[in-house]
Every structure is written in structure tokens, then in C-alpha cells.
């Protein structure tokens, strides 16, 4: 079993929808979860940065992290063109590690 | 976010010569930098980690003395390429952290190619 599972996709919408991505993961010891945005050609770019369970709003962005169900999501409301990216999330424990998942291809069609 | 920067973003070789990539964290210091690859629509394959002035850490599979890691400062971490074969071309990507429960940032990735 992977340590992160991601759907990749990919995923199409028209403008202006509700996206949902998420994440499943096996490691009860992550504690560190992250959301990244990567256009083709470039390195990845931090979204969201969360510690433990709760939920972190940013914008049009809204990351949740629910501990007891090893599963979070990546919310991105009136979605815009310009997200059409791949989208990556990561986690990690107090370690020097980062697990990744395998990022799930997004389309927001004009 | 904080600012990770790679150079150079794209370089083209002759197989059998070295290539170095350079990543910098602009305004903060990094403890600790990745390195990492990434093949066309797959997700990022950890290289090996490196903190500043000790020896990297390579994954299991990565030949150290192919891909040379230097972590001599705490702003600048660099990946050299040695001897370079086709089979190398890849999209090369560096993070970097601050500290052991922060965040990791990106560099822009370098792509390489080896003809």
C-alpha cells in the first residue's frame, strides 16, 4: 500500500465550479500536510500548509484535514482557468520527510 | 511563500560531461534541501535530502557518485550531474525547508537534456 493515495485524474470543469481534491494516507504519524498547485514545465508551488486536523481557508482555497478518517481535501471555489494545473498533496511527520501523492490533473474549462 | 530559486531552468548537454544545478533560498535559511525528479505526468521521485554541511542522504537506487549533492551553505545547495547519459534527461526540482516542522518551498525545476 502506497503511503499517499491521490486520484489523478483528470478532472474537468467549467469555470466558476467547486473543486474537490483530496488525499488518503495510511501513516497515523503525519502530522504536517501540504497542498501544492504545479504548472507544466515548473516546480511545484505551496497552496496550503496545515498542521493536525482542522480546516485553513485562504481566498478561494480551502484545505481540511481530518485525522481520524486519514483523509484530506483541497477545496477551490469559483474555480478560474487559470488553476488548471496539476495539483499535489504532501504530508510528513516530525521526520525530514515528505511523502507525495501523485497529483491529480485539473481542467477548468472557460 | 518564501523563495527558492534553481538555475539554470533549462540546459542542454553532450553525453559523457557534467552538469551542475544550483538552488538557493533568497530570504530564509535552509537547514535542510531535496533534491528531487520528476518523469513527464508521474509525481516527484525523491533523489536524497542534504543538510547544511553533512554528507546527503540519497534514496535507495540513486548512485551517489553519479548525481553529486554539496550543501555547503545555508543558502545554497548544488547538484551536479556527472557524466551524463540520455538516460538522465529528466526535470530535475529542489525544496527547501527552514526548519524540521516547516514547510518545504520549490524552485522553478531545471530541465535537462542529454544528447
Known amino acids: 500500500q502506497k503511503e499517499v493515495e491521490q486520484d489523478p485524474g483528470p478532472l474537468s470543469v467549467p469555470e466558476g465550479a467547486i473543486v474537490s481534491l483530496n488525499c488518503t494516507y495510511s501513516?497515523?504519524?503525519?502530522?504536517?500536510f501540504m497542498w501544492y498547485r504545479q504548472y507544466s514545465r515548473k516546480g511545484p508551488e505551496l497552496l496550503m500548509y496545515t498542521y493536525s486536523s482542522g480546516n485553513k481557508e485562504d481566498g478561494r482555497f480551502t484545505a481540511q484535514v481530518d485525522k481520524s478518517s486519514k483523509y484530506i481535501s483541497l477545496f477551490i471555489r469559483d474555480s478560474q482557468p487559470s488553476d488548471s494545473a496539476t495539483y499535489l498533496c504532501a504530508m510528513s511527520n516530525t521526520g525530514n520527510q515528505f511523502y507525495f501523492g501523485t497529483g491529480t490533473s485539473l481542467t477548468v474549462i472557460p | 511563500g518564501a523563495v527558492v530559486s534553481q538555475h539554470p531552468s533549462w540546459v542542454i548537454c553532450k553525453s559523457g560531461t557534467s552538469v551542475k544545478i544550483e538552488c538557493r533560498s533568497l530570504d530564509f535559511q535552509a537547514t535542510t534541501m531535496f533534491w528531487y525528479r520528476q518523469f513527464p505526468k508521474q509525481s516527484l521521485m525523491l533523489m536524497a535530502t542534504s543538510n547544511e554541511g553533512s554528507k546527503a542522504t540519497y534514496e535507495q537506487g540513486v548512485e551517489k557518485d553519479k548525481f553529486l549533492i554539496n550543501h555547503a551553505s545555508l543558502t545554497l545547495s548544488t547538484l551536479t550531474v556527472t557524466s551524463a547519459h540520455p538516460e538522465d534527461s529528466s526535470f530535475y526540482i529542489c525544496?527547501?525547508?527552514?526548519?524540521?516542522?516547516?514547510?518545504?518551498?520549490f524552485g522553478q525545476g531545471t530541465r535537462l537534456t542529454v544528447v
Open positions: 525544496s527547501a525547508r527552514e526548519g524540521q516542522d516547516t514547510e518545504a518551498f
Open positions: 501513516n497515523s504519524a503525519f502530522q504536517y
